[in-house]
């Protein structure tokens, strides 16, 4: 079809305007056949155990249904069973017999060498991630900007810090290919930041959560390599990363706007939430640095605001473990390094 065709339904013939989703005579489905093989790629996915693949065929397939429609719900509700499906069985291809019977018939030191190879896979996926990213030319170019108008501590800190910030965005960008969410690669901004822009959004509180979270993880980890290099190299400015690392992740763990924290925060409940203003109070007092407080004012002003059903309990052990960790990265980076 020409750009200047007019687009019109199938069904009755209604002239539709550009965008719609629904005919607006007849309410029959615009992207009608899409949506069937959408379906039956999600469906075949699924069977298959391929339960990313088959959450990126079903958010294709929500993003082509109006919102009031019955079948966006419906649809809705199998992206959420899939993404819990996920979480529980992970997400490794069925093969004949399964995974449970093939493990049954190996020894404890087999069974041992059977996990050991998804661990050491599940590095090696996220070390070619952290790669691939960098096949972006937007990342890259904002990367060398960053660098160009950023040096005021010196090219090896900036270098390190711009790296640091790096591997943050990569963590949700995994997270969200875990969840087949379609994102941009990471865009710096000089000075502030980095940001991944969402093309499709996450279907519930629990799994924003994750991917919200993601970012501190991959950060949090970032920070350690940093301080371990520090430490072991006698390398001043490692340990310099290390510790302005780990506190730009603590400012992403502050609960408001769209920071990281904010979306952590909105799938804990009342009591969760308690505690983890608890933990940032105690971090803050023992390690003396006032990010932890602003966490906690920030926290507080929001927590009985916009509650789930129910708390999720994982979100809740990632929060914690962060205000925990990434203070105590930062402190030990600040000590004098070893004779």
Same mark, same amino acid.
């Given at each position: ?22 005919? =607006? ?57 899939? *993404? ?12 004949? &017999? ?19 190879? @998804? ?44 790296? *640091?910030? @790096? ?11 875990? @969840? ?9 901004? =000089? ?9 499709? @959004? ?9 991917? &919200? ?41 502050? =609960? ?26 105690? %971090? ?23 509650? =789930?059903?129910?708390?999720? %309990? ?26």
């Amino acid at each position: 079809m020409s750009s200047g065709a007019v687009a019109r339904c199938v069904a009755c013939g209604v002239e539709l305007a550009p965008g719609m989703l629904a005919c =607006p005579a007849c309410r029959k489905l615009v992207h009608g056949a899409r949506l069937g093989s959408l379906a039956a790629d999600g469906e075949a996915a699924e069977r298959e155990g391929r339960l990313t693949d088959a959450l990126v065929h079903w958010r294709e397939a929500l993003g082509l249904l109006p919102p009031e429609s019955t079948q966006h719900h419906a649809v809705g509700e199998t992206i959420r069973r899939l *993404s819990l499906a996920l979480e529980r069985d992970g997400n490794t291809p069925k093969t004949p &017999g399964g995974r449970a019977k093939a493990a049954a018939g190996l020894g404890a030191l087999a069974l041992i060498a059977w996990n050991l190879k @998804y661990f050491l896979l599940s590095l090696l996926g996220k070390a070619k991630l952290l790669v691939s990213g960098l096949a972006s030319l937007p990342t890259v170019l904002s990367m060398f900007a960053w660098l160009a108008l950023d040096r005021s501590r010196g090219m090896s800190f900036a270098l390190g810090l711009v790296a *640091s910030i @790096y591997v943050h965005e990569m963590g949700h960008v995994a997270a969200l290919r875990h @969840y087949g969410i379609q994102a941009t690669a990471p865009m710096f901004i =000089p000075g502030l930041g980095a940001l991944v822009r969402l093309r499709q @959004y996450p279907i519930d509180a629990r799994e924003d959560a994750r991917v &919200g979270l993601a970012g501190p993880v991959w950060g949090c980890a970032a920070a350690a390599a940093a301080l371990a290099a520090g430490w072991l190299l006698h390398e001043r400015t490692a340990l310099a990363v290390a510790s302005v690392g780990a506190m730009i992740n603590v400012f992403n763990l502050i =609960p408001v706007w769209q920071l990281d924290g904010a979306r952590g925060f909105r799938a804990l409940d009342v009591r969760q939430r308690g505690i983890v203003l608890t933990v940032a109070a105690v %971090a803050a007092l023992l390690s003396g640095d006032v990010m932890g407080w602003v966490v906690c004012a920030a926290g507080g002003v929001r927590l009985k605001s916009d509650l =789930p059903a129910q708390g999720d %309990a994982r979100a809740f052990r990632t929060f914690v473990a962060l205000l925990v960790a990434l203070p105590l990265i930062a402190w030990a980076a600040g000590r004098v390094l070893p004779s």
